[in-house]
């Protein structure tokens, strides 16, 4: 169990538009040896080119749609990945995209996007979640040979959100500005950090072509304005300007300390489980799952840091109270080693309820048929015993 | 007689005085927090608001320094409600429109007119008003050739029977075999012969360019000598790129807050290379807009505002930034000794881009540490870092650390804001004003000074009433 930390970044106040805050997260110093891959920066996304020389790792975020290999075709990243300077001309893992026509020719350019909607999520949980481990004879051949089918979760681009476009289109970015934290309704949407302001500037408006829960999504529908935390200054206790100015620096740290320890508490005190996926130079990528606890914020994510605990790159989506509910079961049967009868045990609940559970959560085509009805009919049984 | 104060009175004198920052800045355009239709359906309702209200204070904004959009709006507001106007009332408001009319640049006056045709206002004082204005055009046959449409709507509108040749001009204009008046004659060569067309106004020539099919290069070498101040600084840059050397503006001639926009359109490199020429061009302009005050002002500082939102939008491109620009260079041609804090530190003044934050209350603090007889804040008000910090900073300094008001202090803000039906304010203690041109920075600022106490609505109409008079005896 590891906690995320905001290692090397200082927040600064927000920006609110509506329902909608964004708080900007500055980088002292700007991570100059980890950067966004070159293939990315291009002409039109008006950034500067990344000196080769000075680069040794670099970075593609989830789901970046590009045209990496020679074949011409789009395909998006599948999982955010580490690259050295031997890997510069590999092609990343990644998966094709099939467009139609018109989608396509909008696509020609090398353009800086994302992946449209569900894509993205289903990759996040099947990399996730890879299925059953042991083939214990419940669970049907389908799971075992292919883990969890891409499902349609449901997730909403940021353009669906009320007000996250003007939100981020009115923004003012801060000069060596490397991270953002969106809040709907003051409930943390999503965590964005890059190495360097160059990728943030690049990558800024990618944040309304990402995914939100639908718990964003409603908050930021339903909610009102959020106010502004404006500045306050008691002036019983100003003599001269002096006195003035230190209040005012006050005013920012006071917000900086509030921010963390109360506004992002929810991702920063939570609890994570993290993979290590693979170890470039100095940095190493992880994927984060959280701890699934009901009835507190689940934030699933990535990122890379470096020897020394820095954080270097970090890219969370919040989970809907839904989704953390599916994310507790099959944690805990992963816990359990997806056997039923351990689990069920573990959750101090009876089998028949667990597969009950199970088939309520929409895994249902993971457990064989016959199995599925032989715990319902035995569940019926029971009922009709209870009746009698 | 001495009246008493009314709260009826205070609402009165805050309303118009908002409307009238309202029509000073908003031009129903796009900007960067809200959108068109947005500030067009806010800057309606004040329109409606103060016609309905006070319709005689609605009439005497004219005579202010009111923007070109706004004058027109007024002018059709007050003549589609003519009938509710008492006769004294009409004859004041035929004078103030007529005189306005007079100084608005010839397009807008026309659009006007068209635009009452098609509202269907067609009563005794509005065609004597186009009829007036059209008989003190000095040049009636140029006009027919520029806006032939819309000086045809107006002759048809007004019931005009137009002089001599225009006549056939407008209504039949490929019967007669040829003109005798020389640019009709023009117009009509032009049909079949390219050397006409570089005789005429520049934006008819380019209609024919195009039917001829001229290249646009060759077209605005050989049509230079025709273009208007404004549209040589216009086309210079694109010119320049299609290699018609010919469009040339001269710089120093041209407005102070035109010319900022123009340097602000150059890419940093360009400015840095002309960096003598533009610096010249924009010290000429602000001293010729300082007049007779050049040099008289004291001790100035200045918070200026490049902070990304003074990118304005795509319809008003850096036009915030623009006038922060102008302000700059204006107040520096005013002060004895100016010093300019940009909110991005930059001390460059050539090379500001909308970029960043607006940490106004840090900002402001530095320039109250210099201790100047003046300070002058040019910021669209959107105080973001932290919020509401320069408010705070503004209240302590007036309440608590310069109660004698040793500091003279004023906001200029560019930006109307649609929401609030006025510009965005720092501090209840700090005047603000709205601003288009920094031309009209001075008159402003005093004006703000006087306002800086709670204004009644007597001395407002008297104010009020002194400008008007002013105004129209300016008058031919």
């Known amino acids: ?388 | 007689m001495a009246r008493a104060e009314t709260s009826a009175d205070l609402i009165a004198a805050e309303d118009v005085l908002l409307f009238v920052n309202a029509a000073i800045t908003s031009t129903g355009q796009r900007e960067f927090h809200s959108g068109a239709d947005e500030q067009s359906l806010s800057l309606d309702f004040l329109h409606e608001y103060v016609l309905g209200n006070y319709r005689d204070l609605y009439a005497a904004t004219l005579a202010l320094d009111v923007n070109d959009h706004n004058a027109v709006l007024i002018a059709r507001n007050l003549l589609v409600t003519a009938a509710e106007a008492s006769a004294e009332q009409r004859r004041a408001e035929g004078r103030l429109i007529a005189r306005r009319l007079a100084l608005l640049p010839p397009q807008r006056v026309y659009g006007l007119f068209r635009r009452l045709r098609r509202a269907r206002v067609n009563n005794r004082r509005t065609r004597a008003i186009m009829r007036d204005w059209l008989a003190a055009r000095p040049d009636p046959a140029f006009d027919a050739v520029k806006y032939r449409a819309a000086v045809k709507d107006a002759v048809r509108h007004a019931h005009l029977a137009p002089a001599g040749e225009l006549g056939p001009f407008l209504f039949t204009p490929h019967r007669p075999a040829a003109y005798r008046t020389p640019i009709l004659e023009t117009w009509r060569r032009a049909h079949y012969e390219q050397a006409a067309m570089y005789d005429l106004p520049y934006t008819v020539a380019e209609g024919f360019a195009a039917r001829h099919g001229v290249p646009r290069g060759a077209f605005l070498e050989r049509v230079a000598p025709r273009l208007t101040r404004l549209e040589r600084l216009r086309l210079q840059e694109s010119a320049r790129g299609l290699g018609a050397e010919a469009v040339r503006a001269d710089l120093g001639t041209m407005p102070l807050t035109r010319l900022a926009s123009y340097v602000l359109g150059l890419s940093l490199e360009d400015r840095r290379n002309r960096r003598d020429e533009l610096t010249a061009a924009l010290r000429t302009a602000a001293r010729r807009a300082a007049g007779e005050d050049a040099g008289r002002w004291g001790t100035v500082a200045a918070v200026l505002d490049d902070s990304f939102s003074a990118y304005g939008s795509g319809q008003k491109r850096r036009r915030p930034l623009a006038v922060a620009l102008a302000c700059h260079f204006l107040l520096e041609a005013l002060a004895a000794e100016y010093t300019p804090l940009w909110l991005s530190g930059r001390a460059d003044a050539l090379s500001v881009r909308p970029y960043g934050p607006t940490p106004l209350g840090e900002r402001i603090l530095d320039a109250l540490e210099l201790g100047t007889a003046r300070l002058v804040i040019v910021s669209d008000g959107w105080d973001n870092a932290p919020p509401g910090l320069a408010g705070e900073v503004l209240r302590i300094w007036r309440t608590r650390l310069d109660p004698s008001r040793a500091c003279a202090i004023v906001h200029l803000n560019p930006v109307y804001d649609a929401a609030d039906f006025d510009v965005r304010r720092l501090a209840p203690t700090v005047p603000t004003a709205g601003v288009r041109d920094a031309e009209n920075l001075v008159a402003l600022v005093e004006l703000a000074q006087f306002a800086e106490g709670r204004t009644g609505l007597p001395e407002l109409r008297a104010h009020l009433a002194r400008r008007v008079e002013d105004f129209l005896r300016e008058g031919p």
């Not at chain 1, 699933?300 to 599916?326: C, H, M, P, W």
Request: aromatic share 10%; proline share 5%.
């Open chain 1, 1 to 388: 169990m590891t906690k995320v930390t905001l290692n090397g970044l200082t927040s600064r106040p927000s920006q609110v538009w509506g329902g909608v805050r964004l708080v900007p997260l500055i980088r002292e110093e700007p991570i100059e040896d980890l950067r966004l891959d070159a293939r990315l920066y291009d002409a039109d996304a008006g950034v500067v080119t990344v000196d080769p020389r000075t680069v040794y790792c670099s970075y593609i975020p989830h789901g970046y749609v590009a045209t990496w290999a020679d074949d011409g075709a789009p395909a998006a990243a599948y999982g955010t990945q580490l690259r050295d300077a031997a890997d510069r001309d590999r092609a990343p893992r990644r998966m094709p995209l099939r467009f139609h026509r018109r989608m396509a020719r909008r696509l020609d350019k090398n353009r800086l996007r994302f992946l449209p909607l569900h894509v993205a999520l289903e990759g996040y949980l099947a990399l996730h979640f890879g299925g059953p481990t042991f083939a214990w004879k419940e669970w049907s051949r389908e799971a075992i040979r292919r883990g969890l089918s891409p499902r349609a979760e449901e997730a909403y681009t940021g353009g669906a959100v009320r007000g996250l476009a003007d939100a981020l289109r009115v923004f003012e970015i801060y000069p060596g500005q490397c991270g953002v934290l969106v809040y709907a309704a003051d409930a943390l949407a999503a965590a964005f950090v890059v190495p360097h302001p160059a990728d943030y500037r690049a990558l800024h408006p990618t944040l309304i072509h990402d995914l939100y829960g639908e718990l964003i999504y409603h908050y930021a529908m339903l909610g009102g304005p959020v106010p502004a935390f404006g500045a306050r200054v008691d002036d019983t206790a100003v003599r001269s300007l002096g006195d003035l100015r230190a209040a005012a620096r006050a005013q920012r740290d006071e917000w900086a300390a509030f921010h963390e320890d109360v506004m992002a508490g929810g991702l920063l005190d939570g609890d994570y489980t993290r993979e290590y996926v693979q170890e470039v130079g100095p940095y190493r990528l992880s994927r984060l799952m959280p701890s699934f606890e009901r009835h507190r914020e689940n934030h699933l994510g990535e990122l890379i840091d470096d020897d020394a605990g820095r954080l270097a790159y970090l890219k969370t989506f919040r989970l809907s109270e839904n989704q953390v509910r599916r994310g507790h079961l099959l944690t805990r049967l992963a816990a359990g080693d997806w056997s039923l009868s351990t689990t069920a045990a573990a959750m101090g609940v009876t089998e028949p309820e667990l597969v009950r559970r199970i088939e309520a959560a929409g895994f249902g085509y993971l457990l064989r048929q016959d199995v599925r009805d032989h715990y319902r009919a035995r569940a019926r049984g029971d009922a009709a015993r209870r009746g009698r």
